[in-house]
């Protein structure tokens, strides 16, 4: 099972970059960052992409109902993003949300010669990402969930006679207390935005079931390896007690352990 490893977009520069250089050190296979609001993700990635060579590079994801695709492309083209190594994340609530994810795809298509990666949670999204994308990302969900929306995917696929797209999984993950109530947190702020809110209903399960929150860095292991078979890669979403390098690369290293 390949492995990535994501952080906060809005994290001082200096955290990005060590934690991008020791996840590509450690053979992590991916580096993400998100698209939080205000915060620039496409910038963040360029930050990590100054300091890195091989590693690929994704954003996780960019709302197509706040940017859309030609700022987008202007973005990448703005932070001198390497094509052949960029995971380009899209996604967009209802309404709308699937003829805007269609559309959106095409266009970022016609002017980028990049993988393109769309957010999926239910069943439509997750068919019409098996359809367009080059990759889908997954977010708040257990594995057994995963190879469900996995099978849905595989449907899309098959329907547009086209070969899968990778599937990757957000997995959030915190060490100790003070990042277990970050986690927390995090969790009731994403329970209640109404699509997410309709994830965990349908999955029967709370936020922090989809989650990794261990006590130390040894029980880090064990809890990835039941993502094994679920998807294509795992993608380690960083929940530090504090923002700082140190906590991110303990992280980093726990999770590859």
Known sequence: MAQGFAVFAGVAP???QA?????????YTSFWVNHPGPTDGLAALGVAARVTRGLALGIGVIPLHTRGPESIVQGVRDHALPLDRVLLGVGSPNPGSLARVRTGV???RSQLSTRVVVAALGPKMCHLAGEVADGV??????PDYARQAAEWVRAGAAAARRR?????????????????ERLAQEGARYAAIPAYGAHFERMGVKPEATAIAAMTAADVPKALAAWRGAVDEVVVRAITAQDT????LALVRAARA
């Open 19 to 27: 934690s991008a250089r020791e996840a590509e050190s450690l053979g």
């Open 137 to 142: 990302l997954f977010n708040w969900l257990t």
């Open 164 to 180: 899968p797209p990778t599937l990757y999984a957000y997995v959030r993950l915190a060490v100790g207390p003070g990042a277990g």
């Open 245 to 248: 390098v140190d906590d991110h």
């Open 14 to 16: 200096e955290v990005i």
């Open 106 to 108: 095409a266009a970022l």
